[in-house]
C-alpha cells in the first residue's frame, strides 16, 4: 500500500519569489514518483516525473524536484515564480516493481502567486 | 495535433440513472486511462485500457466500468448512480502502456466530464 501526503494545502507566494511544495510517501516497495499541475478547468499535466537515475529531476516551466530516499520526499521547487504558475498542484507515486500501474494522488497543493 | 477529447464536458442525472462518457485518446496513442476527482475523496484512479482489454484497476465498486474499441476511443459507464459518483472524470491518454514494466509513459490528460447526481 502507497500514501502520499502533502503537507501543505495552500501556498501564497509573492510573484518572483522562490517556492517549495512538499511532498512524502510511504510505500513498502520501491515507487516511481511524478508532480502534475492542474490549471482551473482543467486536465492534469505532467511537470516531472522521478524513474531512476540522478535523484534532481528538471521538469517543464522552470520546475524541478528532489528524490529524497531515506527521507520519503520528493519536494517540487521553482526559483522564481511567475503569476500564470498559480494552479493546484499534485504529487503521485506508482510501484516501480511489476506493471502494475495503480497510481496514488496527493490532496493537492493550491499555489496561489501575488503581484 | 489535437490533445484528448471529452464528451459531454457537463451533465446532470438523477440517482439511480446510468451515464456514459467518452475519451477520445491523442492519435497514435493505444492507452486511455480514467480518473475521478472530487473534493471528498481528490484525485482516485478508475482503470487503464490498452488494445481493447482492461490491463489496470482501481478500488471502485462494479458499477464503475469501461470499454475500448478498436480506434483506442474509450467509453465508461456508470450504473445506478449515487449522489457520491458527483465528480470530475479525467481521461489521459499515453502511447504505450501507461504502467509498463520499468517504465511509465507520459500521459496526456483531457479536461474532464463535469457529472453532477441529483
Known amino acids: 500500500a502507497q500514501s502520499v501526503t502533502q503537507l501543505d494545502s495552500q501556498v501564497p507566494v509573492f510573484e518572483e519569489a522562490p517556492v517549495e511544495l512538499r511532498c512524502n510517501y510511504s510505500?513498502?516497495?520501491?515507487?516511481?514518483l511524478f508532480w502534475y499541475v492542474q490549471y482551473p478547468n482543467q486536465g492534469l499535466q505532467l511537470l516531472l516525473k522521478?524513474?531512476?537515475?540522478?535523484?534532481l529531476v528538471k521538469g517543464i516551466n522552470g520546475f524541478e524536484a528532489e528524490f529524497n530516499k531515506s527521507q520519503t520526499s520528493f519536494h517540487l521547487r521553482k526559483p522564481s515564480v511567475h503569476i500564470s504558475d498559480t494552479a493546484e498542484y499534485f504529487c503521485?507515486?506508482?510501484?516501480?516493481?511489476?506493471?502494475?500501474?495503480?497510481?496514488?494522488f496527493g490532496r493537492g497543493t493550491s499555489l496561489i502567486v501575488h503581484p | 495535433k489535437a490533445g484528448v477529447t471529452q464528451t459531454p464536458r457537463y451533465l446532470i442525472k438523477t440517482r439511480g440513472q446510468q451515464v456514459t462518457l467518452s475519451c477520445s485518446p491523442i492519435?497514435?496513442?493505444?492507452?486511455v486511462s480514467w480518473y475521478q476527482q472530487t473534493p471528498g475523496q481528490g484525485l482516485q484512479f478508475l482503470f487503464e485500457?490498452?488494445?481493447?482489454?482492461?490491463?489496470n484497476k482501481g478500488n471502485f465498486p462494479g458499477r464503475f466500468s469501461g470499454r475500448q474499441f478498436s480506434n483506442s476511443r474509450s467509453e465508461m459507464n456508470v450504473s445506478t448512480l449515487e449522489l457520491g459518483d458527483s465528480a470530475l472524470y479525467l481521461c489521459?491518454?499515453?502511447?504505450?502502456?501507461?504502467?509498463?514494466?520499468?517504465?511509465?509513459?507520459?500521459?496526456?490528460f483531457g479536461p474532464g466530464t463535469r457529472l453532477l447526481v441529483l
Open positions: 510505500s513498502s516497495v520501491s515507487v516511481y
Open positions: 489521459a491518454s499515453s502511447l504505450g502502456l501507461a504502467g509498463g514494466k520499468g517504465s511509465r509513459e507520459t500521459q496526456y
Open positions: 492519435s497514435g496513442h493505444r492507452s
Open positions: 485500457y490498452f488494445s481493447e482489454t482492461q490491463r
Open positions: 522521478y524513474l531512476s537515475g540522478s535523484t
Open positions: 503521485a507515486v506508482t510501484p516501480a516493481s511489476g506493471g502494475s500501474y495503480i497510481p496514488t
